[in-house]
């Protein structure tokens, strides 16, 4: 281990895998910030060893979520940490929860929510990236860490759940239409079905699949956890009103002679196709 001092308290380094030194940190019942470098890095904030809040350069923050569940974010309170996002006011505030009319979200029910699946979220691109052996980790036991509020998860209950989505997107990865959070998508051109019907989460990426668009641009664009945009994105490819988009050198007609593709059959990369909204969800 190097130890570094800057003006002020020390800032440990190590190059250990991410979750080795994040299980020493909570076993020691650490508090403060951990750190990690890189494009794709972020920070996890513990509290007494429990993990209260975790963010991400590649994963929308929770603010992104409380503007979708329940409207703009508050304005920060006087108190608020450097950096921080603010957490809602004080008291219930109904609000309509999404794809619903009725009133049924408390506004601290959805930053509470949207905490928590942001700091999944952010756990499942952290842990689930390639061995950071080579990447440069620092925790500040001086830097107070960001809780939003939260009381927290023991790792082992949050590496439980990371797991789980993990093994997910192992399961689409290696699929038939094989789908990553990173995949190009294209609406298929023709729907077998004369008649069917979306949730107003499925509505909302079909409108906005463009032929460049993926899970994870769709993901911040309404947002939305990249996990749950990649997983209902694969319901939309099994429905066939979705496929992923192929290269450009793979997009040239078939040669002649060539048996025809069955009616309805999805065409991958075929150009941009065109969903019929009006059969494709109930009035």
């Not at 440990?12 to 990690?36: C, D, I, S, W």
Request: hydrophobic letters at 40%; charged letters at 20%; aromatic letters at 6%.
């Amino acid at each position: 281990m190097k130890v570094e001092r800057e003006q002020g308290p020390a800032v440990y380094f190590q190059r250990e895998p991410l979750v080795v030194r994040l299980t020493r940190l909570a076993e020691a019942g650490r508090t403060g910030v951990l750190r990690v470098s890189g494009d794709d890095g972020g920070a996890i904030h513990l509290r007494d060893g429990a993990i209260v809040y975790a963010e991400c350069r590649r994963t929308p923050d929770p603010g992104r979520w409380f503007a979708h569940l329940a409207g703009p974010v508050p304005d920060a309170f006087p108190t608020a940490p450097p950096g921080a996002l603010p957490g809602p006011e004080p008291g219930p505030d109904p609000v309509a929860a999404p794809g619903t009319d009725t009133p049924g979200l408390d506004r601290d029910l959805a930053w509470a929510y949207a905490v928590r699946e942001a700091t999944l979220d952010a756990a499942l691109e952290l842990l689930s990236a390639r061995p950071r052996y080579a990447l440069r980790q620092r925790f500040r036991d001086s830097e107070p860490p960001v809780t939003h509020g939260m009381a927290g998860w023991p790792l082992a209950e949050l590496l439980t759940e990371v797991e789980r989505r993990r093994h997910l997107m192992r399961q689409m990865a290696t699929s038939p239409v094989p789908l990553t959070a990173d995949t190009p998508l294209v609406r298929v051109p023709d729907l077998a079905a004369p008649r069917m019907q979306v949730s107003a989460l499925q509505w909302a990426l079909l409108i906005r699949v463009d032929g460049t668009a993926t899970p994870r641009t769709l993901a911040w664009e309404i947002g939305n956890s990249v996990f749950a945009t990649t997983l209902e994105v694969f319901r939309l490819i099994a429905l066939r009103f979705l496929t992923v988009a192929q290269p450009a050198a793979s997009r040239n007609p078939p040669p002649p002679g060539a048996p025809a593709r069955p009616e309805g059959e999805a065409v991958p990369g075929g150009g941009r196709p065109v969903v019929s909204f009006l059969r494709a969800v109930d009035p």
